[in-house]
């Protein structure tokens, strides 16, 4: 009986995790299509174009990778640019790791590390309590079909949505970042004012001549621990288990 | 285009992201005490998340009028708290109407 409450309860989890990768699904559907277009576009193969897909999943490193190889970049251009795209990813799973459940094992790890994204990283890090390996693979799981299917479908059949829809459905994926970021910045006002000085200095970034030389992968992660650096010393977290970590 | 360039390419690609993700999740098991590093940790999704959608988010429509607008809604929506989904499909459908207002008076 104890077995099988238990079996029930990872169930439980995975099935959750399937649906709240549903939204996160619609919104690579639509990313993944466009990037389906493009390499096909480019002229490359649309079975090339799936396979990048389903052994990267990541929008904007596997679009820069994409193009280097499309346009005869050199094999270690592409590597150096891929890995300063998704440095971030680095950051977030370091972040991640304190919060998935102590228990789950090495190779779980290394399996479910593959589905970090900023999409699926964001919503398993407003999940109460600890992330368990059978939500964390439910989280996965859908948006990796959609990311999948998206691609196909965008390599295969590109004139299947209209333009306008098309170009509308772009914003989709930043308003889900803006659904996460922006209630808990109502509630906490620490939570909002990193919010604002990561997005101010991302503007700086991005508009100031001189600066916005410097490549996007690396302006995402100097504004990230620029702005958190700022919260955990001027508001450092509250500590739920006692005070044993007072400085 | 030849094959073996395309996978190639796609290896090293594949492979970079793979242990950028996989180290740091792999490395720190335990959970980290120094409350800095917690407080840093803890803040750092929404930093990289403002940083990713400002200033981006206005350039990611057809037009930047069209995507101001459809930042404007999004962020009603989100502090009216409602779903993931539905902010981002209401942000959708705002840029969608704005285009098509922008296309009938020829702005676009």
């Known amino acids: ?247 | 285009m030849s094959v073996e360039r395309i996978l190639i390419g796609t290896l090293i690609m594949a492979g970079v992201t793979y242990l950028v993700r996989m180290l740091p999740l792999a490395i720190f098991k335990k959970k980290i005490t120094n409350r800095f590093v917690r407080s840093f940790l803890a803040y750092v999704p929404y930093a990289v998340l403002a940083a990713m959608t400002l200033p981006e988010i206005l350039y990611s429509t057809g037009s930047v009028y069209s995507a101001g607008f459809g930042l404007l809604v999004a962020l009603v929506l989100a502090y009216h708290n409602r779903g993931l989904l539905t902010v981002a499909l209401g942000s959708s459908a705002a840029v969608f109407a704005a285009e098509w207002l922008l296309r009938a008076f020829q702005l676009m």
């Not at chain 1, 005869?72 to 971030?88: D, K, M, Q, S």
């Not at chain 1, 006002?189 to 919010?195: S, Y």
């Not at chain 1, 995402?220 to 500590?239: D, H, K, N, R």
Request: with cysteine; charged share 10%.
């Open chain 1, 1 to 247: 009986m104890r077995d099988k409450h238990h079996y029930d309860k990872k169930a439980a989890a995975f099935r959750k995790g399937l649906k709240d990768g549903v939204p996160i699904c619609l919104g690579y559907l639509s990313v993944s299509f466009a990037f389906g277009m493009m390499a096909t576009q480019g002229g490359m193969p649309a079975w090339a174009a799936l396979v990048i897909s389903m052994s990267n999943m990541t929008s904007a490193g596997q679009v820069a990778g994409t193009n280097l190889i499309l346009s005869g970049g050199l094999y270690l251009e592409l590597a150096v640019t891929t890995f300063v795209i998704n440095i971030r990813y680095m950051l977030m799973s370091l972040s991640l790791s304190q919060k998935v459940d102590e228990s789950m094992t090495t190779l779980q790890r290394w399996v479910l590390s593959f589905g970090v994204t900023d999409e699926i990283f964001a919503v398993a890090m407003q999940q109460e309590g600890a992330v368990t390996a059978e939500y964390f693979s439910g989280l996965v799981l859908t948006p990796y079909l959609g990311w999948s299917l998206g691609t196909l479908l965008g390599a295969t059949a590109t004139n299947l949505l209209p333009a306008g829809v098309r170009t509308a459905l772009g914003i989709a994926i930043y308003g889900m970042f803006l659904a996460i970021i922006i209630p808990p910045a109502r509630k906490a006002a620490p939570v909002a004012k990193v919010v604002l000085f990561a997005a101010l200095l991302s503007c700086l970034f991005r508009w100031v001549p001189g600066l916005n030389r410097i490549s996007g992968g690396w302006v995402i992660i100097l504004c990230a621990v620029a702005a958190s650096a700022y919260g955990a010393l001027c508001y450092p977290i509250q500590e739920t288990e006692g005070a044993a970590n007072e400085c």
